[in-house]
């Protein structure tokens, strides 16, 4: 798999980090194990970062159909944080699966720019639950 998902500010906020070549099956994976962290948080809300900043090849879009056909947004789902989107048909997508989700949606070269405009729309989110050192995590190496 070439994504991880981790809870940077527990039950409050999401990290999900992808890297390489995007496959449709992967991302279908993702947001299925996404949605299984929503189910299993006492939260109310919960706000996603996704950073991108290491794809090397975006979701063609042939396959973006494939990806999320059967996507459902889970009620606990708020804003998404799109982060590094180097590729303008990522960020084309990145909008298009926001819009059919039914999900604010902000785009950011940075993580601490996502979290610093995450700051402003959201005062209720414990930043001292919050583990910095998951945004800093490098991509693990393919063997």
Do not use: C
Request: proline share 7%.
């Amino acid at each position: 798999m070439n994504f991880s998902i981790e809870g940077y500010v527990e039950d409050q906020v999401l990290f999900v980090k992808h890297w390489g070549a995007t496959q449709a099956d992967e991302v279908k994976i993702q947001m299925e194990t996404m949605n299984h962290q929503l189910d299993l948080s006492p939260a109310q809300s919960i706000h996603v970062i996704i950073d991108l900043s290491d794809v090397t090849k975006a979701l063609s879009v042939k396959d973006f159909p494939k990806a999320f056909a059967h996507y459902k947004t889970h009620p606990k789902y708020r804003w998404t944080m799109m982060v590094g989107q180097k590729d303008p048909l990522v960020r084309f997508a990145s909008t298009v699966a926001t819009n059919l989700f039914r999900a604010p949606l902000r785009t950011f070269p940075t993580n601490a720019q996502a979290v610093a405009f995450l700051k402003t729309i959201d005062p209720a989110i414990d930043w001292s639950k919050a583990n910095p050192s998951v945004l800093e995590r490098p991509i693990p190496e393919v063997v």
